[in-house]
């Protein structure tokens, strides 16, 4: 009797074959995983492939001459960026320090700065904008600069104030070098407008579209009517500075009057002996505030001898 055998199924394996099987898949398919990726970061590396931007290395400038650092940076595919620096201890034109470091990875065609040393014959121009006209000197002086050529030109800005600069801050400048400076001159001068005889209103709002500033003070006028302008200080025509104060007198009307009582003038009698010894002489004075008038008065009494010589 021949036997019959049967091709068991999935479901017929032993139980204890399962994991095995499972692990030999897994560690086939890693290796496949590890040989692929390495397959392809070749690739990239020599060019085959274009994975992202370029890498390229940064190299050491630190210590070498400006334009042999350039050189050495365009290179390596770089663009070179510099700056200067006052420094007294690194010879002029070398290069002091660098970002980024040497050694660090950048995308090709990025920028590397430099610092160049200018040594210690130059000097750092210092903001003077807004500095008064009495501290340039001793601003300047402190960086080993002097003063030169100084202009003025109208502004709102006060007078003697620092408007701009040649050289502008942060350039550098040899040593006794001049920076030259525009200053104010002030704002500018407008006439005073003549509001005399305006109502006090539009006497204010004259003064505000002139670019004053108006202040008020009550007086009398006999001319003037109440509440009207009798005249400004400074005054019409006047030039002053736009912004200042503007005094602007408005009146009060006519001046109250006073009239003085009426009084007596005063009366002086005064007696004293004749010339002659033979009689007295009477004077009596009247005064008033606006007309003096004297009255004099003389009696003589007739002697022995008169009486004989009329006989």
């Not at 032993?14 to 898949?25: D, E, K, Q």
């Not at 897994?26 to 085959?48: D, E, H, K, P, R």
Request: no cysteine.
């Amino acid at each position: 009797m021949a036997e019959t055998r049967t091709n068991p199924g999935r479901g017929d394996l032993p139980l204890g074959t399962r994991p095995f099987t499972f692990l030999v898949a897994l560690i086939v398919v890693g290796a496949f995983a590890l040989v692929s990726g390495t397959w392809l970061a070749n690739l990239v590396g020599a060019g085959m492939i274009q994975g992202g931007p370029d890498l390229t290395d940064v190299p050491e400038v630190v210590g070498s001459q400006e334009q042999e650092a350039i050189a050495a940076i365009e290179e390596a595919g770089l663009t070179a960026e510099v700056v200067t620096a006052v420094n007294v201890n690194v010879p002029p034109g070398e290069v002091v320090s660098q970002r980024p470091l040497a050694g660090e990875r950048v995308d090709a065609g990025s920028s590397v700065e430099i610092m160049v040393s200018v040594g210690d014959e130059w000097a750092r121009v210092p903001d003077l904008r807004g500095s008064p006209n009495q501290e340039l000197y001793l601003l300047l002086a402190a960086y080993g600069l002097i003063l030169g050529e100084v202009t003025y030109e109208e502004s709102d800005a006060a007078a003697d104030e620092v408007l701009r600069q040649d050289p502008v801050a942060g350039e550098l400048l040899e040593i006794g070098g001049a920076v030259n400076v525009v200053l104010s001159s002030g704002p500018p001068l407008v006439p005073v407008p003549d509001v005399r005889g305006e109502e006090e209103a539009d006497a204010i709002r004259a003064l505000r579209d002139a670019g004053f500033t108006p202040q008020v003070r009550e007086g009398f006028s006999e001319w003037i009517g109440r509440g009207q302008a009798i005249a400004t200080q400074p005054g019409a025509g006047e030039e002053a500075e736009r912004g200042s104060v503007v005094v602007v007198f408005i009146s009060e009307g006519r001046p109250p009057t006073t009239r003085p009582p009426a009084t007596q003038p005063p009366t002086t009698t005064t007696t004293q002996p004749d010339d002659d010894g033979g009689g007295t002489t009477t004077s009596t004075t009247s005064t008033t505030t606006t007309t003096t008038t004297t009255t004099t008065t003389t009696t003589t009494e007739a002697n022995g001898n008169n009486n004989g010589n009329n006989n």
